[in-house]
Every structure is written in structure tokens, then in C-alpha cells.
């Protein structure tokens, strides 16, 4: 970073309200607090569900549930570790907790509880956690950039990452009803609809096609089946025909619609919210090549790096994940496809 | 009329039955670790008196329906000690008392580290410490919402006081007035590389929970007079504060060449010597 006198001139930066919480674009159609809500809503209907949190209710939008149910809200302090084995406690005796934290927290910091308490044991705890991948412009230590690779180990967990506030709202009620431990990427504030625009419900396990398209297959997952979209609309003026599926539940993987989508000839790309080790893009290769289907995948994901603190747009665009630069890079791959036909 | 001083002859009648309690367990628990040879029978000797006092005493249970909803729970933290839990829940009838020969053998119900998928009567599944009281908070707190009067009980060691989530939970406990909670702490003064107090001292211990929130006595973990009076006197108490007793024992007890041998946190036996620690229990349970 240039922190020369001259660069220190008044001038137009991006400044923190670009690194905080709220994803949503100016004018974009937006949900607040869609997991708070849902859970309301959920724990209305199913005396079961219980909320927790290790300070952090505000920041994982479960302070809806605490104001607005008080009694089915507990908080444990800033406490990782000992919110995880209480979770884990209240599913032995019939409770389906949900319990927040930063993602980075709960993987990196509580990951023995999450482990051996609650995955082990199989029990139906639902851990809903902020701040996944490149959410924050804070840094490493609160970009959860590798918890789906360092979760995806575990066996019996079920792990989530939504689009949007329809996929969390839609989701909620079928985490409570999955009779064993989840762990899903929470998106909080602010939060944009984007997919109740297509005809699409989230249904826990399944990987479901968005838009269809002849030319290029985008695999995506979370936050950037957003985006994925966005390049697709982009790249249609420009006549390029793009699909994008959506798998939202990264494990268990819907190896069958992938591998279909997988067999027909197109350029394939996967598109993550999350370091390109040990995520989507490898979970889509590993089941390729069991399969026998040797094709190139370009992975559109962060890169094996520690990220740069600053704000979002800035950041997405320099690790290659904004809309910008998914279209770009879809670009240069087809480029020399075009020319060979034109030969 | 002169006032007796003659001993109740209901609790004279109570006290012997845990002593035989004790003895059959610290039994039950060599039959186990002569099955293979060596094992964590120096703790499973030192918990002995506190798990009768425990299994034939305190809690409320129903080894035929090992998940009766009214059953206090009781979690091992430290599921190394699953020789001691197996020799107790043996006692108890929880499972028949020729499976000890099992232990920690291919496909038995009784792992080398207590699982609660494998055994009627094991909770949790210990073994990585600093776990169980955290679990404990959330078993008592949904006993809590359910309206249920049971207990929960989580023996913990010393050594497992070093890990820092015990604190967490601890402190958590105290603010959510958790007193259907009994933490009973196994203090042996001995861990994987020594002593505790070389270690990692934790001393003073009860000063420590006390200044946690917690209600908390210390007795000798190998007088089954003294721990049967502490852990009524816990479980009577209405403070709404958890509460913790701190047993100090002695790895090995019973058996005085084993009390007596270097300390070890996994003891070797030798063949020849398992018949001699039978005779020397028997002898000591008599004397």
C-alpha cells in the first residue's frame, strides 16, 4: 500500500461502510435478518428449537429470536468451545439447537467440539455461522476463507452455503427437520433475494439448475450463484449462452445432477465463496474423476493466500470474484474456443 | 436416658453395602485390565470409592431402561477411565458382569474409551478433555426446560482441569445457575508426563470454582463415609449455584503394590501379578 504524503490528499476512497456487513447493492431487493426471522417463525411452530450464541447474536442476526423469544434464547458469552458442548447437551435431551458464532470461530477455535460433541454423536445440532469467505474486509481473522475444507472431513456433517435470503429462509425449517449436525455459511443484515426470481425452492441435498445454457456450465455455490447469475445475464448481450447450477449443500455433494450436467460438452467453471482448496471446486473434481469424466474445470474461487484487509469491492475484484471478473474470465477461456471455430 | 452414642444401624447397614460396592468394582475393574495386560487400572482402583457411592447410592437409575427419562445423568469426561465406568455400571447390572472379559477387545460394547454409542449406561463420548462439563451445562439446562428434577453429574480429573474450555464451562454454569449440576474432580495428582502438581498446578482447586460461582467441598475421594455425606449434602443444597466436589485420592488404592509402584498414568502389570492383586484387595477390602 502507497502511504507516500501525496497519496494522503483528500480523494474518494471506499471506507469501512464498504468493509461491514451488509452485501445488498443500493436498490437491490433485500431481506433483513432472513435467519432471525425464520427461526422465529421455526421456533413458533416446534417447541424443540432453541437458540444459542457466543456473543455474537447481534452479528449473526439471532437477536431477532432473543427479542423475540426470550426464553428460547441463550447466551453463553464469548465462549466457542463451551456454546458448541451446551448445543451439543441440549440435542441429548431432545432440543434442536441452532447456534451462532463466526464461522471462523466455530471451525477454527471449537473445532474438537463441533467433532467429537456434536458430529460424532450425530446429533441434530444446527451450527448457522457469519462471516464465510470474503465477507469482511477484516482480515484473516475474520474471513473464514478454508471452513468448508476443514469441515468437509467430518463425517455425518451436512454442510450449507446459501445464496441468498430465499436459501436461508427456505432452508431454516429443513435443518431442523435433518435428523443429524449441519453447519451453514449464514448471510446476515441486509440480505439480497435473488432467487425467488426463477423457479427454484432449496430442497436440503440437491443441486438445482438455475438457468440453463448450451455454452458454459457455471457450478456455483453461496454468494456467488449471485454473481454467477449476474455474468450469465452480462454475457448473454454478448450472445454466450451460459448456465448456472446452484449446490447449495456442498456436503452431502448432488454428485448425480452434477455428473449429468457434467457430461454434456461445454466449457465448465466452478465458482465459490471460499479458498479453491479443499471447497466446491474440488469436490466437483474429486466426484468427476471417480466418474471417469476427464474435462477441464476452472476453479473461480479465493486464492490459497491470507487476504488483504480492506473494502469489499476492491477486494473482490482483486481476487477475481466480482461479477466483473467471473465475465472476464469466461471471456478469455472462450476466446480461443471461438477463434478454432472460425478456422 | 443417656444419649446414645451408638452409630445408626440404617447407615452402618448403607455404609457396608458401598464398601462391598467398592470392593467388587475395584474387581471388577482387574478382571477388565488383566484382559489385556496393563491399562488405567492405578485411576480405575483410585475412583472406585466415589463411583459406589455413585452407582449404588446417589444416582437415580434404571439399568433396564438405560435411557429412562427420569435417570440422572452421569458424564465421564475422561474416557480413559471407561475401565472403572464398565466395572461400575457392571455392578450396577447395567450389562452382565462376564462381558468385563471383552474389555477393549474387537467388536465388545467396551472400548478402550468410553463411547456412548457402544455401551448401555455411557453418556458421552469422552476422551478429548476439557469436553464434558461443557456438554453437562447443556444436559442440565434441558433438564431445566423439561421440568425435570434429575441430576447431572460429570467426573472430571485434575489433569483435565488444565484445559481452558473446563473454565468456559464453568463460568457458564455459574451465570446460568445451573445447580442441578455436580462436577466431581478425580484429584490423583497424576497425568500422562507426571504429577498434576509438576504439570500444571491447579491449587488451589476449590478456591478456583468457588471463585467461579460454584459451590464446592473437598474431601478424601477414598473415605466412602466422607464422600457419600459431601455429595448428599451437594445435591441438597438450593442456591441456585452449581456445585463441585474435589476428591482426593490415591492412584492404585486397594491394591498396596500398585499403590505403592511408580506412578503411572498407564500401568504395566506383570501376568504373575494378578492373581497376588486380587489377594491383596481382598485382603486390604477385609482389614
Known amino acids: 500500500m502507497n502511504t507516500t504524503p501525496d497519496t494522503l490528499a483528500p480523494q474518494k476512497r471506499l471506507t469501512s461502510d464498504a468493509m461491514s456487513a451488509s452485501l445488498a447493492r443500493e436498490g437491490q431487493r433485500v431481506t433483513a435478518a432472513p435467519l432471525g426471522h425464520a427461526l422465529v417463525e421455526l421456533a413458533r411452530r416446534d417447541e424443540r428449537v432453541v437458540g444459542l450464541s457466543a456473543d455474537l447474536a447481534k452479528y449473526t442476526d439471532l437477536h431477532i429470536l432473543r427479542d423475540a423469544m426470550p426464553d428460547r434464547f441463550y447466551q453463553v458469552g464469548m465462549a466457542e468451545q463451551a456454546l458448541l458442548g451446551m448445543a451439543?447437551?441440549?440435542?441429548?435431551?431432545?432440543?434442536?439447537?441452532?447456534?451462532?458464532?463466526?464461522?471462523?470461530?466455530?471451525?477454527?477455535?471449537?473445532?474438537?467440539?463441533?467433532?467429537?460433541?456434536?458430529?460424532?454423536?450425530?446429533?441434530?445440532?444446527?451450527?448457522?455461522?457469519?462471516?464465510?469467505?470474503?465477507?469482511?474486509?477484516?482480515?484473516?481473522?475474520?474471513?473464514?476463507?478454508?471452513?468448508?475444507?476443514?469441515?468437509?472431513?467430518?463425517?455425518?456433517?451436512?454442510?450449507?452455503?446459501?445464496?441468498?435470503?430465499?436459501?436461508?429462509?427456505?432452508?431454516?425449517?429443513?435443518?431442523?427437520?435433518?435428523?443429524?449436525?449441519?453447519?451453514?455459511?449464514?448471510?446476515?443484515?441486509?440480505?439480497?433475494?435473488?432467487?425467488?426470481?426463477?423457479?427454484?425452492?432449496?430442497?436440503?441435498?440437491?443441486?438445482?439448475?438455475?438457468?440453463?445454457?448450451?455454452?458454459?456450465?457455471?457450478?456455483?455455490?453461496?454468494?456467488?450463484?449471485?454473481?454467477?447469475?449476474?455474468?450469465?445475464?452480462?454475457?448473454?448481450?454478448?450472445?454466450?449462452?451460459?448456465?448456472?447450477?446452484?449446490?447449495?449443500?456442498?456436503?452431502?455433494?448432488?454428485?448425480?445432477?452434477?455428473?449429468?450436467?457434467?457430461?454434456?460438452?461445454?466449457?465448465?467453471?466452478?465458482?465459490?465463496?471460499?479458498?479453491?482448496?479443499?471447497?466446491?471446486?474440488?469436490?466437483?473434481?474429486?466426484?468427476?474423476?471417480?466418474?471417469?469424466?476427464?474435462?477441464?474445470?476452472?476453479?473461480?474461487?479465493?486464492?490459497?493466500?491470507?487476504?488483504?484487509?480492506?473494502?469489499?469491492?476492491?477486494?473482490?475484484?482483486?481476487?477475481?470474484?466480482?461479477?466483473?471478473?467471473?465475465?472476464?474470465?469466461?471471456?478469455?477461456?472462450?476466446?480461443?474456443?471461438?477463434?478454432?471455430?472460425?478456422? | 436416658m443417656p444419649e446414645t452414642t451408638e452409630p445408626d444401624p440404617v447407615e452402618t447397614e448403607r455404609l457396608q453395602r458401598l464398601k462391598e460396592a467398592a470392593f467388587r468394582i475395584r474387581t471388577n475393574a482387574l478382571v477388565q485390565a488383566e484382559v489385556q495386560g496393563q491399562g488405567y487400572i492405578g485411576q480405575a482402583l483410585d475412583i472406585a470409592d466415589v463411583l459406589a457411592v455413585l452407582y449404588a447410592d446417589q444416582l437415580n437409575l434404571r439399568p433396564e431402561d438405560p435411557e429412562w427419562e427420569g435417570r440422572d445423568r452421569c458424564l465421564l469426561s475422561i474416557g480413559h477411565y471407561a475401565i472403572a465406568l464398565y466395572a461400575a455400571l457392571a455392578e450396577a447390572r447395567f450389562f452382565p458382569l462376564e462381558e468385563l472379559q471383552t474389555y477393549a477387545t474387537d467388536d465388545s460394547r467396551l472400548p478402550m474409551s468410553a463411547m456412548a454409542s457402544y455401551t448401555p449406561g455411557v453418556e458421552i463420548s469422552g476422551g478429548s478433555l476439557g469436553h464434558g462439563l461443557t456438554i453437562a451445562n447443556g444436559v442440565a439446562l434441558g433438564l431445566k426446560r423439561k421440568s425435570n428434577p434429575a441430576f447431572v453429574y460429570n467426573i472430571l480429573s485434575d489433569g483435565e482441569l488444565n484445559e481452558g474450555s473446563t473454565w468456559e464451562a464453568a463460568a457458564v454454569a455459574a451465570h446460568h445457575r445451573l445447580d442441578n449440576l455436580i462436577a466431581i474432580v478425580d484429584f490423583n495428582d497424576q497425568q500422562a508426563d507426571g504429577k498434576s502438581s509438576q504439570m500444571l498446578g491447579m491449587d488451589p482447586v476449590e478456591a478456583k470454582f468457588e471463585s467461579f460461582g460454584w459451590i464446592a467441598r473437598r474431601v478424601d475421594g477414598n473415605d466412602i463415609t466422607a464422600v457419600l455425606t459431601a455429595l448428599e449434602e451437594l445435591r441438597s443444597l438450593e442456591a441456585g449455584r452449581p456445585r463441585c466436589l474435589i476428591a482426593d485420592t490415591k492412584l492404585g488404592k486397594g491394591v498396596d503394590f500398585l499403590e505403592d509402584r511408580e506412578k503411572l498414568h498407564f500401568m504395566s502389570v506383570a501376568p504373575e501379578e494378578w492373581t497376588m492383586a486380587h489377594d491383596r484387595l481382598k485382603e486390604t477390602s477385609q482389614s
Do not use: W
Not at chain 1, 146 to 156: F, H, K, Q, S, T
Open chain 1, 88 to 343: 451439543a447437551g441440549l440435542a441429548m435431551e431432545g432440543f434442536v439447537p441452532f447456534a451462532s458464532t463466526y464461522s471462523v470461530f466455530a471451525t477454527r477455535r471449537a473445532y474438537d467440539f463441533l467433532c467429537l460433541d456434536i458430529a460424532e454423536a450425530d446429533l441434530n445440532v444446527n451450527m448457522v455461522c457469519a462471516l464465510p469467505g470474503l465477507t469482511t474486509g477484516y482480515g484473516p481473522s475474520h474471513q473464514a476463507t478454508e471452513d468448508v475444507a476443514i469441515l468437509r472431513g467430518m463425517p455425518n456433517l451436512t454442510i450449507v452455503d446459501p445464496c441468498d435470503a430465499v436459501d436461508i429462509e427456505q432452508a431454516v425449517p429443513q435443518l431442523a427437520a435433518h435428523d443429524g449436525p449441519t453447519y451453514t455459511r449464514i448471510l446476515r443484515g441486509k440480505v439480497p433475494r435473488v432467487l425467488d426470481e426463477y423457479d427454484y425452492t432449496f430442497e436440503l441435498g440437491k443441486a438445482k439448475m438455475i438457468r440453463d445454457g448450451a455454452e458454459v456450465l457455471l457450478i456455483s455455490t453461496g454468494l456467488m450463484t449471485e454473481r454467477a447469475l449476474e455474468a450469465a445475464r452480462e454475457l448473454e448481450a454478448d450472445k454466450v449462452d451460459v448456465a448456472v447450477l446452484h449446490v447449495p449443500t456442498l456436503k452431502p455433494l448432488d454428485e448425480d445432477t452434477i455428473l449429468r450436467e457434467l457430461a454434456r460438452d461445454r466449457l465448465v467453471l466452478t465458482c465459490e465463496n471460499h479458498t479453491i482448496i479443499g471447497g466446491l471446486f474440488d469436490a466437483v473434481a474429486h466426484a468427476a474423476i471417480r466418474d471417469g469424466i476427464f474435462r477441464q474445470i476452472t476453479p473461480i474461487g479465493l486464492p490459497d493466500e491470507f487476504l488483504d484487509a480492506g473494502a469489499l469491492p476492491t477486494l473482490n475484484d482483486r481476487y477475481g470474484v466480482s461479477t466483473a471478473k467471473i465475465v472476464e474470465k469466461i471471456k478469455d477461456l472462450l476466446h480461443p474456443r471461438r477463434t478454432e471455430r472460425v478456422d
